[in-house]
């Protein structure tokens, strides 16, 4: 019987046990007061709803990033005067460590490296030009490479700010034609969709068509009529109208 | 009765816009792990209602979610689609309820911590005080008495309860004889009757 009131209280109760538990009840007084209470019980446990619900992410696999990734994703949040400032620095190092010649002359602001010009002695001094040793640098040439250093280094700047717009331009089309392509696949989805709706929708009126073609009465009474009891009773009512 | 998780939301994953819990699996198993987190996000509340009301303490419940997840992520490969995935995964977090339940009856357990484990914190929104308050007492008594329960009794009260499982589906997820999880059944509410009778004014 425990397992009927349960079912029945669940309301997973077959018709048969239903007509057991309801016959039951209505004699015994202790199974319709636990039944009662059950119903108390079940009201209790409503009250404890939850309403802070966490937000369980399963990284499914994390991907895993090189270290060139993590130094380029770094580089790219840089902004641009800390990236000019880096690249400045990281040249100086560079030249420095080479033991590198700066130079000013005639055909402009240049400089060379120690190595390179190891390896060339000949072709450097052949080359004759007004060359200007760092060590023996003049105070007004130290004027003239600071303004040479700043026109280069805004040179750096303009370019890198060139070469950005034009990364983010180009990323900005590979979007709108991924957006696009996106689009189109959703359209052809909707449209098929649509398609098929409309094909249920016509075989729906098609239905009713056929529906109202047939006699309102053979739907009316479509169940009585299968039984030859009710039907006779239909009948003594209309006789009766 | 109110209903607030649970498979009644069966109709809207079966709707055509949505992928089956199969599907999905089928996608994650195929190359696309990132697929799996549309499960996670389909079936993180009914877990994590299960689990807390298992356990009854929320931290507890949101590592045993996540574990969970974790467990059926790293297990995916031996879901054969035999029974239902939300069978599968409720089996998973019972697994798992289990284990720290048995973990935590080996811990002694200091006085602060059982009082804590005991109920809600008061509610100091005084807004909240009004007709919540009411509410959040028999919450309290309620979760306090299902805590009292054995484990097995519990958790076939949870499943019908809260989240409005079938009897025959919760006999499948614990493999266990349908007659056993109604006898269960029985026997918690007739254990719950006792223990929250005297609440009865307050309803």
């Known amino acids: ?241 | 009765m109110k209903r607030m998780e649970g498979l009644s939301s069966d109709r809207w994953r079966d709707s055509e816009l949505e992928l089956s819990d199969t599907q999905i699996i089928e996608r994650t198993l195929g190359g696309e792990p990132d697929a799996f987190n549309m499960l996670v996000r389909r079936w993180e509340r009914q877990i994590y209602g299960l689990t807390l009301r298992m356990l009854g303490r929320d931290d507890e419940a949101k590592d045993a979610t996540q574990e969970t997840f974790l467990s059926a992520y790293r297990n995916l490969s031996k879901f054969r689609g035999e029974a239902k995935f939300s069978s599968w995964i409720y089996r998973i977090a019972l697994n798992i309820c289990n284990t720290k339940l048995r973990g935590r009856a080996k811990q002694v357990v200091s006085l602060d911590e059982q009082r804590e484990e005991s109920g809600f914190e008061i509610a100091a929104d005084l807004e909240e005080l009004g007709s919540n308050i009411q509410q959040e007492q028999v919450a309290r008594h309620v979760r306090r008495a299902l805590q009292g329960l054995p484990a097995e009794m519990r958790q076939v009260i949870i499943m019908k309860e809260y989240e409005g499982l079938k009897f025959s589906e919760i006999a499948e997820i614990l493999g266990i004889p349908l007659s056993t999880v109604k006898t269960r059944m029985y026997t918690g509410l007739a254990e719950l009757r006792k223990r929250l009778e005297h609440l009865r004014t307050a309803v």
């Open chain 1, 1 to 241: 019987m425990h397992e009927a009131l349960v079912s029945y209280l669940y309301n997973e109760a077959t018709a048969e046990e239903s007509r057991r538990v309801e016959s039951h009840i209505a004699e015994c007084r202790a199974c319709a007061e636990e039944m009662a209470a059950f119903e108390r019980v079940r009201g209790m446990l409503q009250q404890w709803q939850l309403d802070d619900m966490p937000i369980v992410r399963v990284v499914a696999s994390p991907p895993r990033r090189s270290a060139l990734a993590v130094l380029k994703e770094l580089f790219s949040i840089t902004p641009l005067w800390a990236k000019a400032l880096g690249a400045m620095a990281m040249a100086m190092l560079v030249l420095a460590v080479m033991g590198t010649e700066i130079s000013v002359g005639r055909d402009g602001f240049s400089m060379r490296a120690d190595l390179l010009r190891r390896n060339q002695p000949a072709q450097a001094v052949s080359a004759g030009d007004t060359r200007i040793a760092d060590n023996a640098m003049s105070s007004v040439n130290v004027e003239q490479v600071r303004a040479d250093l700043r026109a280069y280094v805004n040179d750096l700047i303009l370019a890198s700010e060139r070469q950005q717009k034009e990364e983010l331009n180009a990323q900005l089309v590979s979007l709108e034609s991924q957006l696009q392509n996106m689009h189109a696949a959703d359209l052809a989805k909707l449209a098929t969709r649509i398609q098929e709706h409309q094909a249920r929708l016509k075989t729906i009126e098609r239905d009713i068509d056929r529906r109202e073609g047939s006699d309102l009465t053979d739907i009316l009474f479509s169940d009585v009529l299968s039984k030859p009891d009710a039907r006779s009773n239909v009948l003594a009512e209309k006789g009766s109208d």
